[in-house]
């Protein structure tokens, strides 16, 4: 495996360069367009819309655009590692909200995972902080906050914190 002057394996080479990233259906642009939708729950960006740096929205655009002629999604898992302070628990909530909106399935379930409860709950509360920042998303979701869940009342798709 060769790697680029970043230490990068080549093959990452598209998250950085100005590549075409193929979108067939139109489902990067719109979960990128979804994303920028919403608002900062807490930190300095409170309230303002959601911003992506530019390899998050590369990222994102190359998982949910690249997709079959039948529109099903190509990439269906995705690993990341990053350090700290790169806004994985409000990237990750706002995913989940993307799961729970525009690539909802009905009775779907996402779930997020941590070492412990307290861990498990910030997601939990950056989550319900995206939707208390949009009225119509309070009318579509109930928190049930002591089962560390999140419902779409329509579509009984779930979210759940352990």
Do not use: C
Request: hydrophobic share 35%; aromatic share 6%.
């Amino acid at each position: 495996m060769t790697t680029t002057p970043s230490g990068l394996s080549k093959h990452l080479d598209w998250i950085f360069d100005d590549s075409t990233i193929p979108d067939p259906h139109g489902k990067g642009e719109a979960a990128v367009r979804f994303l920028k939708a919403l608002k900062h729950p807490k930190s300095t960006a409170a309230g303002n819309p959601f911003q992506l740096d530019r390899w998050q929205e590369r990222i994102i655009r190359r998982v949910y655009g690249d997709t079959r002629a039948d529109g099903t999604r190509r990439i269906k898992t995705v690993f990341a590692l990053l350090p700290r302070g790169n806004r994985k628990t409000t990237l990750g909530a706002a995913l989940e909200m993307l799961h729970h909106g525009p690539e909802r399935i009905p009775r779907s379930q996402v779930v997020s995972a941590a070492v412990d409860r307290d861990q498990a709950r910030i997601a939990l509360e950056e989550m319900t902080g995206i939707i208390k920042a949009h009225p119509r998303l309070e009318e579509a979701f109930g928190i049930q906050d002591t089962k560390n869940r999140i419902t779409h009342r329509k579509s009984g798709a779930f979210y759940r914190s352990m």
